[in-house]
């Protein structure tokens, strides 16, 4: 999610309990909408998700990220890796 949304901190506050209650690696990523846009090149800022999700699992960006090789280096050590929107969140924490 980008800094411009308030929903999306909150969302991810609940899905950081849910992982940390099961054992999981959570991580959040906050970005300035001149970022999200710079990764989705010509598209809709949204495809800068599917950009950052190219990039961890072995493509390339079309623009640097201060955080990118950190979380390439995390996805790589990962079983699984899961994007969740910042507008949804886990409901059932059991």
Known sequence: FDTNYPVGFLCSIVN???CKRHGYTFHRLLLTPG???ALAGQRHSAWGKVALLHYI???TLATE???GAHLREQARSSD???WIDADAMVLDHD
């Open 65 to 67: 990220l201060s955080c």
């Open 80 to 82: 699984y890796v899961v």
């Open 35 to 37: 970022e999200m846009s």
């Open 57 to 59: 699992s072995g493509g």
């Open 16 to 18: 950081e309990a849910y």
